[in-house]
């Protein structure tokens, strides 16, 4: 009975911890703007299954790609034994799961398999961290923090992976002769003949106990370190997925406020109502003018740099990288956010996230390739974010570069970016001959 | 011997006053109209089009920028006004199918004109003359490109944006006995670096440009003609060829000029 008095309250303090910290990030995502109205159900859940649960875009890179699906799968399953302990945690029962029978023996076996497998994975995970030397993990955007998130992130694993294997062996050394012995142990019960033979029943005890609290006590410490790393993509990668822009990546989104606008100039008398009172600035230029989506995106984003490694850009040595887009936008909402709740929407710290985090220079040096948001195994969009910045460099600086206005006028004046007349139009067609 | 043959390009408007509709717009873009390179393109597809007897006009002088360097570029005005313009034009002929030799017109068209009521059947010129060529067998001597090894760069408007990767290779297997895949291709093809208005400024500074390591890992492959589907690639793979001094050895080839060589026109 202590046990589980004990256990309820530390599960109710970590539900409160946990429920604070996604309170405080949904209060953020109040200060952000309208993206899409969500349907199209059928076709989201098609893209959940084939982007996330068959982590189709992580086995673009086939090695690294194989070793983060196991984990990922391992995670899966091993999460449903998470959830028994739970139960059994509160309620006081044993393997309260195991009602289940075959398919319970199925999730515990894999999970035992998984465990294994996870803890190879984070071993060369750490081993490439560590000891190689890989561009992707070295971006100007990733601070300290974010490398020391890495490696915690990968030993709280690590410990989790460990302490579910001693579980599992005490737990077979203990119960295999008993009848109520519940679940298939494929590695453990190899491992527990290997480490556990001859240990007396009360040290077994003792062992499983402690594993049991060790895991369960991780778990809880994990899941409230996620909302402040870069592993937070843990909760939200999935409903990032879900939620994806489903229109063609080639496409720019209007602007729906300059359409009412430009309708009215083509067309003076259709025009309907005159545009909204409160002045609309275009573009962005701060955190709170993304759109929820944006906002989702760079709290989802793994800061893998798989999109940075593709980014022509990048690769050419400019000081574009669509990571650090995602990481400044995240990164100044933490630092906006609190402002704009506690002092309203006029809070100026003298900042904003164009200049003070992403210059232009970054912005301006995008080809709008989409290699980033193809290679995104999170189908995040970049372009989406750096388009809108330049919208407000151009549209509410007039800030171009010189090179770039001269082309804007030109399509102004002659219909085409280059300064030829409209009349030449059909020049290339003047003398023209074909063999027949 | 062969014969020369003069030919005049239909013009949507006097086909209109003559009561006439055809089925086709060809779109030539801007860079088609005043490019000096890519009129060679524009004029090899007017050669694909008038052998194969295709029922189609030019706007002419009535074409004007689809806007898709402003929207880039971040002036939306600019962009939505030329949107509603085109799209105007394209009411009064009454327009329904579109084929273009510019990746980035195609996506313009297929991609962003719904939003202002624009909705059409787009073609781009690859897959236009794929069709052609299925539908009419055996028009092309394929030994006439024997010679060159062809490389074919996926323009990042025609693959990845609208995962058109197929039809310009087949329209190369079809003319050509030998096609040689850049690393990276496809999905992973690394961009001209002229995108997204970057065709009409400075690069930003960095460790070189990325039209010079595209042309390669174009010429990585050993091949002797670089085929392009785009005119902003075609720019840029050409300065690449002169940055490399390969000009000389390599040729830079758009799929319209490969097939109107093979065609014999
Ligand atoms: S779209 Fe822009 S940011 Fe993304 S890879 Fe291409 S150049 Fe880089
Ligand atoms: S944006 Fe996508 S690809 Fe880029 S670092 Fe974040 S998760 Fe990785």
Redesign the interface.
Known sequence: MMKQIIFAAILLLTLIILGYSFYRIYRFFKLTRPAFKIKDHAQRFNELMRVAFGQSKIF?WPFTGLMHALVFWGFLVITIGSVEMVIDGVAGTHRALGVLGAVYNVIIGSGDVFAVIVLLAILIFLGRRLVMNINRFNGIELRKKSKQDAILALTLIFLLMVSLLGMNMAYVALYESKVWFEGVYPVSRWFSDLFLDGIPYDQLLIVHEVNWWTHILLIFIFANVLPYSKHFHVFTSLPNVYLSRL??????N??ED??T???M??NPEAAQEPPAEELAS??VSDAEHITWKNYLDSLSCTQCGRCTS?C??N??????SPRKIMVDTRARMKERGPQLLDHGKNADDKKMLIEDFITA?EL????????C??ECPININQ?ELI?EM??????EQAK?????S???TN??NN????Q?S????????E?????? | M????????P?MADLHSKGKKPEYLFW?G?A???DDRY?KV??AF??IL??FDVDYA?L??E???T?D??????????F???A??VIETFKNYDIKKIITICPHCF?TF???YP??GGNYEVIHHTRFINQLLEAHPGKVNADILKKYNIAYHDP??LG???GEYDAPREVISKVASKTLEIDPHK??A??C??????????????????Y???TEQALATGADVVATACPFCMTMITDGLKLQKKEDKVKNYDIAELVAMAL??
């Open positions: 673009r229109t063609p990546v080639g496409k720019m209007t602007m300059v359409k606008e430009v309708e100039m083509m275009f573009g593709v022509p850009a690769q050419t040595g400019k000081k574009l220079e301006w040096a995008c080809t709008t390739c989409n290699a948001v193809i372009p388009l330049r919208r407000y460099l151009v549209l171009a570069p010189g090179e770039l001269t082309m804007l399509i102004e219909g085409a970016p280059w030829y409209p009349e030449d139009r059909m020049k290339w067609s003398e023209l001959f074909m063999n027949v | 062969t014969e020369q043959k003069k030919i005049d390009i013009i030539v801007c088609g109209a005043y009129k524009t004029r007017a050669k008038t052998y030019v002419g002088t074409e004007t920028c806007g360097p402003a929207r880039r570029a971040g002036n939306e005005m600019l939505q006004m030329q509603m313009q996506n297929k991609n962003e939003d202002f990042c408007y990845r944006a609208n999905s992973n690394l961009c670096g002229a995108g997204g208005a970057q065709m009409f400024k400075e690069a930003e500074p960095g460790d070189r440009e990325v010079d390591m595209r014999g026109i």
